[in-house]
């Protein structure tokens, strides 16, 4: 199975801030990642898919690069409703496997 | 708009049998295939099992393999998860979610709580 790393799993930032989450796999997936937004309560939420497409209605204040086993993920200037849990999932291989999550809190 | 709909959950007593469902509308459903994702209250996210758009291929996580059976009724626009022999880790929130690319999750229900306890 890949596995999947997060770094930080939590981190606090305020208004305005520019946000790096990063995404580790245990072995090359080319581009299949995807960067998920969950905020408290709800379902999870696609944001990015193979690694850098921006979803249809997502803001462009959030960025994905990264290819073989290194990703990131940025908010550029992180806004009040950004409050949430990122997580990363790989879709290379089947399990497809998720990264453990990074919450992020607004200081 | 594309929307899922789970239901079904519940509690029940280890060992014991539910049966998830999951009605899609605002798509056309055989174009689409599914997922169940599930999450345990306070973790993170767990895929558990995949069906191609006729059913035809399927996939599971180890976890579940031999105890969950996932299967569709495209016309109906419904996904189903039997889930035997339940066990106390199998609490959790079970979302259904569709994907375009293959194990990419495009789409959520609002997903259906399964607890197992006695």
């Known amino acids: 199975d890949i596995q999947m790393t997060q770094s930080p799993s939590s981190l606090s930032a305020s208004v305005g801030d520019r946000v790096t989450i990063t995404c580790q796999a245990s072995q090359d ?3 299949f990642l995807n960067w998920y937004q969950q905020k408290p309560g709800r379902a999870p939420k696609l944001l990015i898919s193979d690694a850098s497409n921006l979803e249809t209605g997502v803001p462009s204040r959030f ?18 409703e950004d409050l949430a849990t990122y997580y990363c999932q790989q879709y290379d291989n089947v399990p497809f496997t998720f990264g453990p999550g990074t919450k992020v809190d607004i200081k | 708009e594309v929307q899922l709909v789970e239901s079904g959950g519940g509690l029940v007593q280890p060992g014991g049998s539910l049966r998830l469902s999951c009605a899609a509308s605002g798509l056309t459903f055989n174009s689409y ?14 895929w558990v099992s995949y069906i191609s758009r006729s059913g035809g291929t399927i996939y599971y996580a180890d976890s579940v393999k031999g105890r969950f059976t996932i299967s569709r009724d495209n016309a109906k626009n419904s996904l189903y998860l039997q889930m035997n022999s339940l066990r106390a880790e199998d609490t959790a929130v079970y979302y259904c979610a569709g994907d375009v690319d293959t194990g990419s999750f495009d789409f959520w229900g609002q997903g259906t709580l399964v607890t197992v306890s006695s």
Do not use: C, H, Y
């Open chain 1, 29 to 31: 997936i080319s581009n």
């Open chain 1, 63 to 80: 960025s994905g690069s990264g290819s073989g086993t290194d990703f990131t993920f940025t908010i550029s200037s992180l806004q009040p």
């Open chain 2, 33 to 46: 295939e599914m997922n169940w994702v599930r999450q345990a209250p306070g973790k993170g996210l767990e």
